[in-house]
């Protein structure tokens, strides 16, 4: 690539010199709310390009206590070293991922995948976000924590601003300010926590279990005594009890069970992803990023890598002054991975550990980053398996996905006031 390369940067490694030259001399004022991965890459981006960058987060990174989210699988867009003191605790060789055809001690192995990774680390994200804000701070934004933004003064930012970055997550502040927190459609309870213990036979990798269940449970090692371990379990098929489920997941699986006091609740909604309408308000000129975009896997749950490519695609927009195609650009990089993680979500949904199982035997041996980020190398290993294929086919909850992503009919165009 042509970039303003080896200056190191991730992000302004991607474009030539003129067009920084050009985009420093015409550098405006931004604000970016929320300063968690996406808001730090938009912030880190921006002012590489000679913005003046003022960045909100609510929390205190001193205090932020961030236990989700900490698979990064593509860290080289992370402008931070890759060590213990900057939070990438382990670089897992790869990831297993394991499909069983229940939740029970008679479960069999439905079918396994591992899945080589060349840039991931599970890491401390909170470690990782305090340095990345010390960083940026260090390049000349304004970092205010502990300074959560009302929708109120949300609203006034346009009238102050050149620019107006939303990262708050999901629900988006943009959603809540203009009153259509509707827009989101169904919703992931997670519940995860850090925990000490022997993990020396998982350790170095990672590992994520399918049980059956609408969801998933999984162990990232930090160490050989340390783990993030969670489960997570989608709107309508939550256990009772979460932290009963929680723990008995734990005792199957051979984890060491967490204190109820260690363990983070998350909720994770969905949508309203890929809505052009969406992404970019051109009046007020907002943009949305990563969570808030909503633009996480439907199917892996992961959205770092999403997050940080939003805003670095977002950030190359406003250097070659094109921000207004910003949401055909990032509709045209995740449709495809979009695709394919709701159509394979539909064998999860239809409680088929066989077809799911089978995809993983397929797609078994892509590199973790690529098997959702990449969708033509899972679909290539797809289409070589016409077993699975018949059996795809046969099913009518994934002719109707394929039918429906194909068309983009995804959940967004059927929840209330979606365009
Ligand atoms: C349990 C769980 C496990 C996950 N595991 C993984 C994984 O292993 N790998 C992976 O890639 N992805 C994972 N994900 C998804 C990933 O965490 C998200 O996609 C990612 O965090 C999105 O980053 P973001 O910066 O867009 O939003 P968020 O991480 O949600 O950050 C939003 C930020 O905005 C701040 N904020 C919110 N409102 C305001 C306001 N009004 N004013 C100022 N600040 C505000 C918040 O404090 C927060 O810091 C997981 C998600 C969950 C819930």
Redesign the pocket.
Known sequence: MNGIGGSGDPFLDRLDRETVRAARERAGRAVV?????????AAHALSGLGWDVTL????RYEE?R????????DASSIPLPKTPEYGFANRPPEFEVRVYTGDTAGRTLAGRGVFPSRDGY?TD?NVV?RRWAERVADAGVDVRDG?????AA?RAFSEEYDLVVD????P??TS?AERRTGEYAGR?T???ADVEGDFSELYPRAHILFENYLGYS?A?PKSETRANV?I?WAEGTLPKNYYEAFVAACERNGWPVPDRSAT?V???PRGPSLDHSRTWDPRRRVAR?????G???RF????????VE?SYLLARLVAEERIGDYPGELYRRMRDEYRLAYVVRGALEDGRPDILGGVMDAVSGIDVEDVDREPRYAVSRLLRRPVLLAKLAANRTMRSRLVDAYTDDWEYRRVAGSS
């Open positions: 709310v929320g300063g968690a991965m996406a808001g730090l890459a909100h987060e609510r929390q932020k961030v236990n989700c989210g900490e698979a990064m699988t599970v994200r976000e300074a959560g933004v009302t929708k949300f990262a708050t997550g999901q988006s502040l809540k992931m997670a519940l995860n999984w990232f969670g997570g983070n998350y909720t994770i990023v990563g969570d808030a975009a633009i996480a896997n892996t749950g992961k959205g770092i890598s999403q997050a939003s």
